[in-house]
């Protein structure tokens, strides 16, 4: 089946500090692979997206490259900002299938100043 | 753009009450889903529709849930009689019918408390 792995928060970061946050997943067929960002109170937004492998998806100094070889899709970020302390969610949809997306668990990242 | 309009966005109201949630999607979206999100259990997929027919609502909890999209601009999920355990933050969310790769727009939520 088709499911996504994160890792457990929450993530706990001092400001200008780089972040990962990991994210593998299983599919059949070949995934489209998004971010999507929730700030509190609010629905979740896109962050970004890859649709093929190695493809890299970026967006308000985020990064995240689709390896299919390792079926991860990581965000990355150089330096981050109290403002980007929120609930991450990482997702995939399979080409073939709806547009229905699986979500992992949600990852907290909190931004300390 | 109007992104995806949920109502109301707080509800508070008594165990066995009759709720209603309403969503408007984006014009021109085909896809309307509607999820439910609680600390347990992080975020659940309820139902999706496509071009206002439900395709998967294997999601809902029970009988007790409801949803219907009339129109292509409406849709509502309905909890009768509601229970405490339904307590959660709904969301509703819709995306363009052109591939797997399109990303879906969420609303804003309902915060549901059951008393």
């Known amino acids: 089946g088709n499911s996504v792995t994160q890792m457990e928060g929450p993530v706990t970061l001092s400001e200008e500090a780089f972040l990962t946050i990991n994210c593998t997943y299983t599919a059949t067929g070949y995934p489209s692979l998004f971010w999507y960002v929730q700030y509190p109170g609010e629905g979740l937004q896109l962050l970004l997206k890859?649709?093929?492998?190695?493809d890299k998806g970026s967006n308000k100094g985020f990064e995240a490259t689709y390896r299919k070889e390792t079926t991860s899709f990581h965000l990355e970020k150089g330096s981050v900002q109290v403002s980007d302390s929120a609930v991450y969610f990482c997702?995939?949809?399979?080409?073939?299938?709806?547009?229905?997306?699986?979500f992992g668990t949600g990852t907290l990242l909190a931004v300390q100043p | 753009d109007a992104g995806v309009i949920q109502s109301p966005r707080h509800e508070v109201t008594e165990m066995g009450q009759e709720v209603t949630l309403r969503c408007k999607p984006i014009s021109g979206h085909d896809y309307l889903f509607w999820y439910r999100q609680t600390m347990m259990r992080g975020l659940e997929l309820l139902i999706y529709f496509n071009n206002n027919v439900p395709i998967d609502d294997s999601g809902m909890p029970e009988d007790r849930f409801s949803a219907k999209m009339p129109n292509a601009s409406f849709s509502t999920l309905k909890i009768q009689p509601s229970e405490p355990r339904d307590s959660a933050v709904y969301f509703c969310a819709s995306s363009r019918d052109r591939g797997s790769n399109q990303p879906q727009h969420f609303g804003d939520g309902t915060r549901l408390s059951i008393l």
């Open positions: 997702a995939l949809s399979v080409k073939g299938a709806t547009n229905k997306l699986i």
């Open positions: 890859a649709t093929k492998a190695d």
